[in-house]
């Protein structure tokens, strides 16, 4: 079957590490994403990716980075610069751009600061 | 600037009980309206598209209609199962989307 796996379900980070979430998708789409969520808050996104090697900063890109190396995977790395990493962080993909297309969502890694 | 407001943040029902969830959007140029499910500790599983005012979409016990400014999710008869978050995104200008924060409704048997 088709779909995005997310890679550890739980993540744990100690205050200075960097952590690497891992996204990887056998739906053929060009364009993957990742957001974080946090409780009472929307939906909010950190980085996305139309094409391989190429990816543009979201609302919250601060902390964060990315690489695209393949069409199917697009990693996301928490930085310690990233001060408040505890939360939600979903990744997902479309097949398309523009307005008309909806996401597919993987099952999501709750990071926790320890 | 433009949001996507959801109400209530939290319903309770009774088993059977109906009910509707309200997505209001003040973006300009409306290009569709996605409504999701989202089970805890989940990614969220698309459920709707609609993208005109007038337009009705219906999937089991829920129906989904869309006005010019608002939309809503009514939930016909619910069952335990229908427990869960149920979050609203509009598409902006650019390649994003603007998410509400989602109503978390509870259906208790």
């Known amino acids: 079957d088709g779909g995005i796996t997310q890679s550890p379900k739980y993540l744990f980070r100690k205050e200075g590490q960097n952590v690497t979430l891992s996204c990887e998708q056998n739906l053929n789409h060009d364009a993957m994403y990742w957001y974080r969520q946090d409780p009472g808050q929307g939906l909010r996104l950190i980085y996305y990716s139309q094409i391989v090697n190429d990816f543009q900063k979201g609302d919250i890109a601060e902390g964060y980075s990315v690489s695209r190396e393949k069409k199917e995977s697009f990693p996301l790395t928490v930085t310690s610069a990233q001060k408040n990493p505890t939360a939600f962080y979903l990744c997902?993909?479309?097949w398309g751009q523009g307005p008309y297309y909806g996401y597919t969502f993987g099952s999501g890694t709750r990071l926790t600061v320890v | 600037e433009d949001q996507v407001t959801q109400s209530p943040e939290a319903l309770r029902l009774q088993e059977g009980e109906s009910s509707s969830l309200n997505c209001s959007y003040t973006v300009s140029g409306l290009r569709g309206l996605f409504w999701y499910r989202q089970d805890p500790g989940k990614g969220p599983e698309f459920l709707f598209t609609?993208?005109?005012a007038g337009e009705e979409k219906e999937k089991e016990r829920l129906k989904a209609t869309l006005t010019k400014k608002e939309s809503f999710l009514h939930i016909t008869a619910p069952k335990p199962e229908d427990s869960a978050t149920y979050l609203c995104a509009v598409p902006e200008t650019g390649n994003q989307f603007y998410f509400g924060t989602g109503t978390s409704l509870t259906v208790i048997p």
């Open positions: 997902a993909s479309r």
């Open positions: 609609l993208y005109s």
